[in-house]
């Protein structure tokens, strides 16, 4: 009875959150309870500190060349339509993120890292393909669902409501947000070979990237336990996709 009255609100608050939205670019429909113009404030916010706390390049050349590859992987998204900037911070770590807003900053241990210019539109493409596939608002959406699911499962569970709250709190992680985020990886992944093949650079190349990435890493989490799917996934599915498309 008590797994009953959780499962009930979990549904009930899935009918009260759940807002589904078709997202053509990855061929699936999303749980969206907000858009991406509820993230331009936050993302200019954390753009400007990092800009104002992080230590920046003044490399005129590898700005040039993260700006030049980046707006054709833009373009190839069809994502011109809003101002896109980009930075590149000192950091040995080979990093990139990006923001909704239109952000992308990109670290001097990746450019270091890159072969050629087919390799950065990878990441970079993977970057916008985040964008496109609006993940920020998914990922806000459906941590968003979990926590009212786990707060109505634990007033519902009475006597057992810790007991109800951490196992709840642990099923929410391992089994919906941790894999859901590995799935925006891919996704990603796949976008953003699509953006760099229609912007002319060589598919094959983000495979040979993330084969890079793996020889350089020292270690990592187990996958069941990581935001990231494994390198070994990862690439796999690079080379399956690719194939599948004909690209080389």
């Known amino acids: 009875m008590k797994i009953r009255l959780v499962t009930i609100a ?3 608050a899935a009918g009260l959150l759940g807002g589904c939205a078709y997202n053509e670019a990855l061929g699936r429909n999303q749980l969206l309870i907000v858009d991406d113009s509820a993230f331009v404030q936050q993302s200019e916010a954390a753009w400007a500190e990092a800009l104002r706390t992080q230590r920046i390049s003044t490399d005129s050349a590898a700005n040039a060349r993260i700006r030049r ?29 990006v923001l909704p807003s239109g ?9 270091s890292l890159v072969r050629n210019d087919d390799q950065l539109a990878a990441v970079l493409g993977h970057e916008v ?14 941590t968003a669902l979990a926590s009212t699911a ?17 196992i709840g709190g642990l099923g929410a992680q391992f089994g919906l947000l941790l894999p859901f985020s590995r799935n925006h990886e891919l996704e990603a992944d796949r976008l953003g070979v699509d953006y760099l093949q229609r912007a002319g650079f060589r598919p094959s190349e983000a495979v040979a990237l993330w084969r890079l990435m793996a020889a350089q890493r020292q270690g990592s989490a187990p996958e069941f336990a990581s935001t990231h799917p494994s390198d070994a996934s990862r690439i796999a599915a690079l080379e399956q996709y690719i194939a599948s498309r004909g690209w080389r």
Request: positive net charge; glycine residues 12%; without cysteine.
């Open 10 to 12: 979990i549904l009930a």
């Open 69 to 97: 590859v980046g707006d054709r992987i833009v373009a190839a998204a069809g994502l011109t339509d809003r101002r896109w900037d980009y930075a590149l911070f000192v950091s040995e770590s080979p990093n990139a993120f």
């Open 150 to 166: 786990i707060r109505a499962g634990q007033g519902l569970a009475g006597d057992q409501a810790q007991a109800a709250g951490a």
């Open 103 to 111: 952000k992308i900053g990109v670290t001097t241990g990746l450019l």
């Open 129 to 142: 393909g985040h964008v496109v596939a609006r993940h920020a608002a998914e990922r806000y959406s459906t």
